[in-house]
């Protein structure tokens, strides 16, 4: 284990941090009316980053095994073309996160105050992490990128298992000083909340477009290559 290893995951860590789960999300949630529930907050940033943490595991210690179980599987063309559809789909509903609509927020805002108050308020906020950990698998790039380093690295299973427990501490530690901040000085904390909430709703609409835009390019592009469809244009 090296310095560059745990600088490289350090990095990779805080850009994960700004994700919609581990930012966006937290930062909804502490604008909520009300005194905060520090509790059930930590509790849901303690779930994404469980979620994380096993999906890491999984990833370093069973991505070969699971390659090998699945052979040749993924070249089928069925599945191809499958994955074509995916990604042209994806790239069709990019277009409707351009940033011109404007956004609808009451059905949400309702949706946040039964996830912050009430006493079903810790099952709506484990589901709610639950949900944003998988909504962000398919595009969680930095963090894939920290588990081919530990991949790579050599480093033995104890090490792995606390590397990526560190990382995925680095990950929600944003969203923990907010947090902090909120509790302990609200009246300083809430307009620099209010501004990032601004614009969240402002901008994660084109950025969300954006992302799903060029994953469905990609997605299909690498579809069509491997089923030859290009070089069929191309002639």
Do not use: H
Not at 8 to 17: C, K, M, R, T, V
Not at 58 to 68: E, P, T
Not at 159 to 184: F, K, S
Request: charged share 15%; proline share 4%; net charge positive.
């Amino acid at each position: 284990m090296t310095i560059a290893l745990l600088l490289s995951l350090a990095g990779l860590a805080l850009i994960d941090s700004t994700s919609i789960g581990t930012l966006f999300i937290p930062v909804w949630l502490l604008l909520a009316p009300g005194p905060v529930n520090a509790r059930r907050i930590l509790g849901y940033l303690a779930t994404i980053a469980a979620f994380y943490l096993a999906v890491g595991l999984l990833l370093v210690w069973g991505g070969s095994r699971l390659a090998d179980a699945l052979g040749g599987a993924l070249d089928n063309r069925g599945v191809l073309w499958a994955q074509l559809v995916l990604g042209v789909a994806m790239l069709a509903l990019s277009f409707r996160y351009d940033g011109k609509r404007r956004p609808r927020t009451g059905g949400v805002l309702r949706w946040r105050d039964r996830a912050t108050a009430g006493d079903s308020s810790a099952r709506w906020l484990v589901g709610l992490a639950l949900l944003a950990a998988l909504a962000e698998v398919a595009t969680m790039l930095p963090y894939l990128g920290a588990v081919g380093l530990l991949a790579t690295s050599g480093v033995g299973p104890a090490t792995v298992v606390a590397l990526l427990a560190g990382y995925c501490l680095v990950m929600v530690l944003p969203a923990v000083v907010l947090l902090g901040a909120r509790v302990a000085r609200p009246t300083l904390v809430e307009p620099v909340l209010a501004r990032l909430n601004t614009w969240i709703v402002t901008k994660a609409g084109s950025a969300l477009g954006w992302i799903l835009g060029i994953a469905g390019f990609l997605i299909a592009r690498d579809a069509a290559a491997r089923l030859e469809l290009i070089d069929l244009i191309g002639r």
